[in-house]
Structure formats: structure tokens, C-alpha cells
């Protein structure tokens, strides 16, 4: 995904977001993503939850919608700046997420997911760049893992220094 979020989390009982810098003896050390990138620990008795964990939920009832994925759809429509804020009214919002992702469950996605999702994002786009998605696609003729492939000078060259070979 082009938002790298696995060292990114939010901290229950604090606002913003947290880059996580090390574990420590009671907890983790954290920095904070703003202007000021403060360091601070966050006790283990704190909820720590990491954006590459966190997904909203869609109509189907099994399947979450990551949030990386959902950032891509939101940077794919309106780039780096989002239309919305936390303070944008009710309807705002709900047409906001609808428009970014039509299957999300009206039911369970309350309006604090959604504007945690808008604040999360303004912050996450200021602080990290977006970098393409890369099509990794081998070339025509090259096989699709090296792993266990085998050139055909190899196949035939049983020498010493390959203690598997067979003679």
C-alpha cells in the first residue's frame, strides 16, 4: 500500500497520532506525528492499536476493509488534502465515506469512525509521503520466484562445492 502504517498507531487516552520508535521495559517509546514530534512513553496499560490492524467494516458481515486500502481510495479521489474535517456536520461525513467507500455498514461504522478516519488521514498525508503503488510484474521470460531455480550451466555442474549434488 503507498501509506506505509505499520509503524504508525494511535494511543487510547491521547489524541493524534504515534510513530513507534522502540519497546521499552514498561511500554513503548513513541514520537508524536506533529510539528513538535515530541517522544514520550506510552505505558502498557494504554491501548495501543496499530493502523495496519485497524479496518472498518463493510455490508458483507466476515470482511473488514483495511485502512491502508481505504487511505489509497481517499488519496486516489481527492489527494493529500481530505474535504472533510472532524468538525464537518453529520451529512458531510456520511456522504464523505459513501463516496470513498460505497460498501461500508451504515449500521456498525459509527459517525467517531468516521471522523477519526478524516482527522487520521490529515495526519498521515502531512507527515508521510505517498508513494506509488508499483505494478511488480516479472519481465516475459522471467520465472516468477528464484527459489529454487536452476540455470542450466548448474543443472549440469555436479562439482565440489555442492555438497547436495549427486554424482
Given at each position: 500500500m503507498p501509506y506505509?502504517?505499520?509503524?504508525?498507531?494511535?494511543?487510547?487516552?491521547?489524541?493524534?497520532?504515534?510513530?513507534?520508535?522502540?519497546?521499552?521495559?514498561?511500554?513503548?517509546?513513541?514520537?508524536?506525528?506533529?510539528?513538535?514530534?515530541?517522544?514520550?512513553?506510552?505505558?502498557?496499560?494504554?491501548?495501543?492499536?496499530?493502523?495496519?490492524?485497524?479496518?472498518?467494516?463493510?455490508?458483507?458481515?466476515?470482511?473488514?476493509?483495511?485502512?491502508?486500502?481505504?487511505?489509497?481510495?481517499?488519496?486516489?479521489?481527492?489527494?493529500?488534502?481530505?474535504?472533510?474535517?472532524?468538525?464537518?456536520?453529520?451529512?458531510?461525513?456520511?456522504?464523505?465515506?459513501?463516496?470513498v467507500m460505497p460498501e461500508y455498514d451504515r449500521d456498525r461504522v459509527y459517525l467517531s469512525d468516521i471522523k477519526k478516519l478524516a482527522t487520521w488521514y490529515g495526519i498521515v498525508s502531512q507527515h508521510l509521503p505517498y508513494t506509488e503503488a508499483s505494478a511488480e510484474e516479472p519481465a516475459a521470460g522471467e520465472p516468477l520466484s528464484t527459489g529454487g531455480v536452476i540455470g542450466e550451466t548448474d543443472a549440469n555442474d555436479t562439482a565440489a562445492g555442492n555438497p547436495e549434488a549427486t554424482k
Open positions: 506505509d502504517l505499520k509503524e504508525l498507531a494511535s494511543i487510547s487516552g491521547q489524541p493524534g497520532l504515534f510513530r513507534l520508535v522502540r519497546p521499552a521495559r514498561h511500554g513503548v517509546l513513541v514520537e508524536s506525528l506533529d510539528a513538535k514530534a515530541t517522544r514520550s512513553l506510552a505505558p502498557a496499560s494504554n491501548k495501543v492499536s496499530l493502523l495496519s490492524e485497524i479496518g472498518m467494516y463493510t455490508q458483507d458481515s466476515d470482511e473488514t476493509l483495511p485502512l491502508a486500502e481505504i487511505f489509497e481510495r481517499i488519496y486516489q479521489k481527492h489527494g493529500a488534502n481530505v474535504p472533510v474535517t472532524s468538525k464537518s456536520s453529520e451529512s458531510e461525513l456520511t456522504s464523505f465515506l459513501a463516496d
